[in-house]
T-cell receptor, first 116, second 113 residues
Framework: KAGVTQTPRYLIKTRGQQVTLSCSPISGHRSVSWYQQTPGQGLQFLFEYFSETQRNKGNFPGRFSGRQFSNSRSEMNVSTLELGDSALYLC???????????????FGPGTRLLVL | AQKVTQAQTEISVVEKEDVTLDCVYETRDTTYYLFWYKQPPSGELVFLIRRNSFDEQNEISGRYSWNFQKSTSSFNFTITASQVVDSAVYFCALIQGAQKLVFGQGTRLTINP
């Protein structure tokens, strides 16, 4: 079974621009979560999508948004980029929380975003 | 609030040594899940193990073993006879309720030949 895929793998943008990152989950997984990893803050939860709806959201400004399509693929968008948005953005997919059982999240290779 | 602490920022050992990575967590809930992930230089987080709060049985998988102790809120990870390929950053994580992993700061493990 193919793993989680993320595109692009690397991205360079300038301040003020916007960026869209894409994530394709493992086949059959309907939940997609996004995380930001920086040297200073570590791994932080951005949001989770399930059945095309945002279910959970972390403490990030409204510049960070996302969506999920009917095939469970997800995109996240960052508008008005700031230098501090430079990070590794990781996407994870899972079968999601079902009947009290917390499913494992499997991660993609990430997108490295550099904001200049 | 949930919190995961990995007090060891960096560990460096010589190949074939045993090494233990510590993880201490905080949560108010009685139902939760603990995870360990490995992050090699490529960046992808590789799932290693999951434990739920009702299962304190220790687990061994090859050279890897995990010790879960609710009494001390710890979920430690031991690598026996370490190898250079074990070099990576290892993260302990906690999840409870919402689909949101809370990660520790990670431990950078370097295995020297």
């Amino acid at each position: 079974k193919a793993g989680v895929t993320q595109t692009p793998r690397y991205l360079i943008k300038t301040r003020g621009q916007q960026v869209t990152l894409s994530c394709s989950p493992i086949s059959g997984h309907r939940s997609v979560s996004w995380y930001q990893q920086t040297p200073g803050q570590g791994l932080q939860f951005l949001f989770e999508y399930f059945s095309e709806t945002q279910r959970n959201k972390g403490n990030f400004p409204g510049r960070f948004s996302g969506r999920q399509f009917s095939n469970s693929r997800s995109e996240m968008n960052v508008s008005t980029l700031e230098l501090g948005d430079s990070a590794l953005y990781l996407c994870a997919s899972s079968l999601r929380y079902q009947g009290g059982r917390q499913e494992t999240q499997y991660f993609g290779p990430g997108t490295r975003l550099l904001v200049l | 609030a949930q919190k995961v602490t990995q007090a060891q920022t960096e560990i460096s050992v010589v190949e074939k040594e045993d090494v233990t990575l510590d993880c201490v967590y905080e949560t108010r809930d009685t139902t939760y899940y603990l995870f360990w992930y490995k992050q090699p230089p490529s960046g992808e987080l590789v799932f290693l193990i999951r434990r739920n709060s009702f299962d304190e049985q220790n687990e061994i998988s090859g050279r890897y073993s995990w010790n879960f102790q609710k009494s001390t809120s710890s979920f430690n990870f031991t690598i026996t006879a370490s190898q250079v390929v074990d070099s990576a950053v290892y993260f302990c994580a906690l999840i409870q309720g919402a689909q949101k992993l809370v990660f520790g700061q990670g431990t950078r493990l370097t295995i020297n030949p």
